[in-house]
């Protein structure tokens, strides 16, 4: 594919990914309220659910995507719902500021699978692979090597973006030196996860 081509598709794509929205908001409460330890599962099944939307664009699977409307419909359900059970997690989690008392972290097999119905679950997501993108990018002359430079740009941009939110929230969370702090910071954290669930329930 030509530079400008991929140049437009990773500026169109660090606008709409970059920009706060469920899946950064879920991603920073996470970070605030366990710190890095055990985020990496998440943001891994993050990219990978957009490259799997980035393929059905480009290999012209809309019409399988919208077949199976209903399963990605459950995923972006399931995703609300341990969004929610992550944020009731985070509202009750002890106010310990010592390592060794902190929460231990979840399973990275479950922060992945949360990772990837919030990503795959997310209208937000489908619609900017299945509807924006082919605007910006003609799909019919995308071979089998433009989908890997496509999809090796996804990864880079979303990379930048998404450790770029992680670090500013491990940042936010060193100032937490007190158990006051680290109890405010884990009530924000879960509303903020509430939010994101609110936000990925709410869009059709």
Same mark, same amino acid.
């Given at each position: 594919?030509?530079?400008?081509?991929?140049?437009?598709?990773?500026?169109?794509?660090?606008?709409?990914?970059?920009?706060?929205?469920?899946?950064? *908001? #879920?991603?920073? !409460?996470?970070?605030?309220?366990?710190?890095?330890?055990?985020? $990496?599962?998440?943001? =891994?099944?993050?990219? %990978?659910?957009?490259?799997?939307?980035?393929?059905?664009?480009?290999?012209?699977?809309?019409?399988?995507?919208?077949?199976?409307?209903?399963?990605?419909?459950?995923?972006?359900?399931?995703?609300?719902f341990y969004l929610l059970y992550l944020a009731w997690k985070m509202w009750n989690?002890?106010?310990?500021?010592?390592?060794?008392?902190?929460?231990?972290?979840?399973?990275?097999?479950?922060?992945? *699978? #949360?990772?990837? !119905?919030?990503?795959?679950?997310?209208?937000?997501?489908?619609? $900017?692979?299945?509807? =924006?993108?082919?605007? %910006?990018?003609?799909?019919?002359?995308?071979?089998?090597?433009?989908?890997?430079?496509?999809?090796?740009?996804?990864?880079?941009?979303?990379?930048?973006?998404?450790?770029?939110?992680?670090?500013?929230?491990?940042?936010?969370?060193?100032?937490?030196?007190?158990?006051?702090?680290?109890?405010?910071?884990?009530?924000?954290?879960?509303?903020?996860?509430?939010?994101?669930?609110?936000?990925? *329930?709410a869009r059709s």
């Amino acid at each position: 594919m030509s530079i400008s081509a991929i140049a437009i598709f990773a500026l169109a794509l660090f606008v709409a990914a970059g920009s706060p929205g469920p899946s950064i *908001a #879920a991603l920073v !409460a996470r970070v605030i309220s366990r710190g890095m330890r055990d985020v $990496f599962p998440f943001i =891994l099944a993050m990219w %990978i659910g957009e490259a799997i939307w980035l393929s059905l664009a480009v290999f012209g699977l809309a019409v399988v995507a919208q077949a199976f409307h209903q399963a990605f419909v459950l995923l972006k359900w399931a995703g609300v719902f341990y969004l929610l059970y992550l944020a009731w997690k985070m509202w009750n989690a002890p106010a310990a500021t010592d390592a060794e008392e902190l929460p231990k972290s979840d399973s990275a097999i479950k922060l992945f *699978a #949360a990772g990837m !119905a919030v990503t795959l679950g997310n209208p937000k997501i489908m619609l $900017f692979y299945l509807a =924006l993108l082919p605007t %910006i990018i003609d799909l019919n002359s995308v071979t089998i090597l433009g989908w890997a430079e496509l999809t090796l740009t996804m990864f880079a941009v979303l990379a930048v973006i998404d450790i770029g939110w992680a670090l500013v929230a491990a940042q936010a969370r060193k100032f937490m030196k007190s158990p006051k702090a680290v109890r405010s910071a884990n009530r924000i954290s879960a509303g903020l996860m509430v939010g994101a669930a609110a936000a990925i *329930a709410a869009r059709s």
